[in-house]
């Protein structure tokens, strides 16, 4: 297939479009104590644990299973969810403005996010660029997660988008090439600038990088 004829784009939101990361709670939890909070989210808040958030799991199960795993730090397992937006820095504007481009150009946009059904919602009142989306597939309502493959079926199927015709971007390497599987153009995020000019490459209606 040509690079024109590369005509919808599939986002992923956290690492993308979404700056998320517990370490903006965390470091205010473990004041000086970098090593503390990275020990921490290695060895009981792991990201592990949290995929299975995504996947569909509870977060009253989640913190019940690793308070009874990690007794006296209760504490700062209960704020992995309860101060959940704190996690999330802001926007990534680069990447913003490129979606607000692709939109600009009518070029019909998705996400597939790894994402726990449980704060989904919090996110999407936050940021008003999910509502730009013509279909938004969240692992934790479906529970499945990626790289499973039936993920990336599901929202192919579900909004008749053909593989062939779709590029896919993500900030996990292994999530992009699972795409590239399945017939998509995967494209590994790494930067906003990085993400243009491989668009402007592809003949999406991005302005060139500058």
């Not at 509870?58 to 209760?74: D, F, I, N, V, Y």
């Not at 397992?77 to 913003?96: L, Q, S, Y």
């Not at 150009?105 to 726990?116: I, R």
Request: charge should be negative; include cysteine; hydrophobic fraction near 40%.
């Amino acid at each position: 297939m040509t690079a024109e004829q590369r005509s919808i784009v599939i986002f992923d939101l956290g690492g993308v479009l979404v700056d998320w990361d517990p370490r903006h709670l965390y470091r205010r939890l473990f004041p000086g104590d970098e090593a503390g909070m990275e020990r921490f989210l290695a060895e009981v808040c792991t990201n592990e644990w949290n995929l299975q958030q995504d996947a569909g799991r509870s977060w009253a199960e989640a913190t019940a299973l690793l308070r009874a795993q990690h007794p006296g730090q209760e504490e700062l397992i209960d704020a992995f969810h309860r101060h959940w937006p704190e996690m999330i820095r802001g926007a990534i504007d680069g990447t913003v403005e490129i979606l607000r481009e692709l939109r600009e150009g009518g070029v019909p946009l998705y996400a597939l996010t790894n994402w726990s059904a449980e704060t989904y919602p919090v996110a999407e009142e936050r940021f008003d660029f999910l509502g730009w989306f013509r279909g938004v597939v969240v692992s934790g309502q479906e529970k499945l997660i990626k790289p499973d493959p039936r993920i990336y079926r599901l929202l192919l199927e579900r909004f008749g988008v053909d593989p062939q015709a779709a590029v896919y971007i993500d900030d996990n390497p292994r999530n992009a090439r699972t795409a590239g599987d399945l017939g998509m153009h995967g494209i590994h995020f790494t930067s906003p600038e990085h993400l243009r000019a491989e668009l402007v490459a592809l003949g999406l209606p991005v302005a060139p990088p500058a």
